[in-house]
């Protein structure tokens, strides 16, 4: 439509044009002047048609331009807060699972050590590991079902990022506190390596815990 406009308000800059030179031709000639006139005000008017259409579409286009704008700008809004109150929620969570993570942690680590201390000569870390499993398959469970909420809660955040907050904070801590989780509820490795991994993971969280509790 704008670039029928645009034509037409050339084609009246012509239209004048031509209509003003006939214009002159009648008055030096001395004839009537009412056809060159009329072409004058049809050219004048085919401009000022397409002007006013072309203002009424800038209009228009101005008016949909500033209705997206604010679409956008309540969207993201709207995205910011649910962020934030994800981010909150995801605290919370992260807290309790890496106090009880810990403490299962601590627990794994004591009672392998008591079972290599009262080892006989048939010992078998196998036994042992599951045995320490099954005493602890309700913290186990709750871990579990903690990580996933947790993993439930970055999915959130990461569809309602919009850069204003560090998304990349929370990532790290997800995957440390995965790390740290798996550790404890999937026993692995020997006794020494789990000791070394489980003070390095639980160090790791602490450290996240601390970067995402600071955006608050």
Same mark, same amino acid.
């Not at 993201?76 to 807290?95: C, G, H, I, Q, R």
């Not at 080892?119 to 398959?137: Q, R």
């Not at 509820?185 to 390095?200: L, V």
């Given at each position: 439509?704008?670039?029928?406009? /645009? ?130 398959? /309700? ?78």
């Amino acid at each position: 439509m704008e670039t029928f406009l /645009s034509l037409l308000f050339f084609l009246g800059i012509i239209v004048v044009v031509v209509g003003a030179i006939l214009f002159f031709i009648d008055y030096a000639q001395k004839r009537n002047k009412k056809k060159s006139l009329i072409i004058i005000g049809v050219g004048i008017i085919m401009g000022i048609v397409s002007l006013g259409g072309i203002s009424l579409i800038d209009q228009h286009n101005a008016a949909i331009a500033e209705a997206q704008q604010q679409k956008i700008a309540k969207l993201k809004k709207e995205k910011n807060k649910k962020f934030k109150d994800t981010a909150s929620e995801y605290l919370a969570e992260y807290y309790i699972i890496f106090g009880k993570a810990e403490d299962l942690g601590n627990t794994i680590n004591k009672s392998w050590g008591d079972s290599i201390e009262n080892s006989s000569a048939d010992y078998d870390v196998d036994k042992v590991l599951d045995a320490i499993e099954a005493k602890n398959s /309700s913290k186990i469970t709750t871990i579990t079902d903690g990580q996933s909420q947790l993993d439930t809660y970055l999915t959130t955040l990461k569809k309602n990022d919009t850069g204003k907050y560090n998304l990349k904070t929370y990532e790290t801590a997800n995957d440390r506190m995965s790390t740290l989780t798996t550790m404890v509820t999937s026993i692995s490795g020997s006794y020494s390596s789990f000791g070394t991994d489980f003070s390095n993971a639980d160090d790791a969280v602490s450290k996240s815990f601390k970067a995402i509790s600071s955006t608050y």
